[in-house]
């Protein structure tokens, strides 16, 4: 263990109550989850990795297997989780992640004492069909990457030719999460991040896709149903992209309300220089930590990478000098595989940056949050 955090509230942080025992039973999973987020994040931010424990640069399905444990010595302490193609009742989803492997992984994590974040890339329920690529369709036609139709989100609203349809899916998506407890019955929190970078247009409910009135509708749509479903334990997550212009004003735009969001956050990768990701990076996060902060919410860099770590000193040089400075609970790269990557391995270049970068005393990772 690099450094171990032994913190005065720590047992009222895991109980998720400091009150009286009638207040803390009546306190739902999503508060506790708020109040640990919230606690954690006076420590430092803590690091995060899609599909962690599935696959990596050199290895798939290996059991106790993950790039970040074998290049560091220590789990994420945020995996991150993809529903995308349970809404078409399949086996895997659209990375081919056995669902029932997910359930495995997702509720082993919590129990390990880490942090569960799950986004949906549904597919376009205008232009899918049964079966998707194996019935022919190719990428990105049939997708959540299909923006070839401008009404898709109006027509799974209510009156919508879709709506019935969209309510099958968010149906299946209820009956995933429903496996998500324990073996005594404990729902495992989760921080829920649907309809992401929502203010590009490269996804069906995208900014030139729908209406700011559509979009909140649609938002509104799947949280009500999952509330009326019984899932006190989601911490709802609003997440647009990085932008040079994201200024408050327009990261309101299409935002659901305070009464609906927990936790705010932006994707943030480089595709372009350094310059222009940090000048970026350092703008876009200013404004998020004082949004958060205005309106008592938590902040946090949802998804963020450099493909292929071409920079291998980029966790160091680049990323955490601009998160340093700011308060949010974590960051998150995206998944490691064979042709694309964006956490560590212990084969690449990167490896002795990123444990630079872990050893920092402001970074935690799964020992430093553990119950």
């Known amino acids: ?77 945020v995996m991150g989780f993809e529903l995308g193609g349970i809404e078409m009742g399949d086996q895997k989803n659209l990375d081919s992640v056995p669902f029932t492997r997910m359930t495995e992984e997702i509720i082993k994590h919590h129990e390990r004492g880490g942090i569960i974040t799950i986004s949906w890339h549904p597919r376009n329920p205008l232009t899918t069909i049964e079966g998707g690529g194996l019935a022919g369709q190719k990428f990105p036609e049939g997708t959540a990457w299909d923006v070839t139709d401008t009404t898709v989100v109006k027509n799974i609203l209510e009156g919508g030719k879709k709506h019935e349809l969209f309510k099958t899916w968010m149906q299946r998506v209820s009956g995933f999460l429903a496996q998500l407890k324990t073996a005594d019955g404990k729902k495992v929190p989760i921080i829920f991040r649907p309809w992401h970078e929502n203010t590009g247009s490269w996804f069906w409910w995208g900014e030139k896709l729908c209406t700011a009135e559509e979009y909140k509708a649609l938002w509104n749509m799947l949280q009500d149903k999952l509330d009326a479903d019984g899932f006190d334990n989601l911490l709802w997550a609003y997440s647009p992209g990085m932008a040079p212009d994201l200024t408050e004003q327009k990261y309101l735009e299409r935002y659901p309300g305070d009464d609906r969001i927990k936790l705010v956050g932006i994707d943030g990768y480089q595709w372009g220089t350094k ?62 595989y064979r042709e694309e990557w964006f956490g560590p391995s212990p084969s690449q270049p990167d490896a002795p940056y990123f444990r630079e970068m872990y050893n920092k005393k402001n970074v935690m990772f799964l020992e430093d949050i553990k119950h």
């Open 1 to 77: 263990m690099k450094k171990v955090f032994m913190f005065a509230a720590l047992a009222m942080m895991i109980a998720g109550c400091a009150g009286t025992k009638k207040e803390c039973v009546e306190r739902s999973v999503m508060d506790q989850l708020y109040m640990r987020l919230d606690t954690l994040r006076n420590h430092g931010y803590m690091f995060g990795h899609q599909d962690d424990p599935f696959y990596g640069l050199t290895w798939d399905y290996v059991a106790d297997s993950s790039d970040v444990k074998n290049t560091c010595g220590d789990w994420p302490a």
């Open 275 to 336: 310059e222009d990701f940090v000048a970026q990076l350092d703008a876009n996060l200013a404004m998020l930590t004082k949004f958060a902060k205005d309106h008592g919410k938590i902040a946090a860099l949802t998804e963020c990478g450099l493909k292929n770590l071409t920079d291998p000193t980029w966790w160091t040089s680049t990323l955490t000098p601009v998160t340093d400075k700011y308060e949010i609970s974590y960051f998150l790269v995206w998944r490691n």
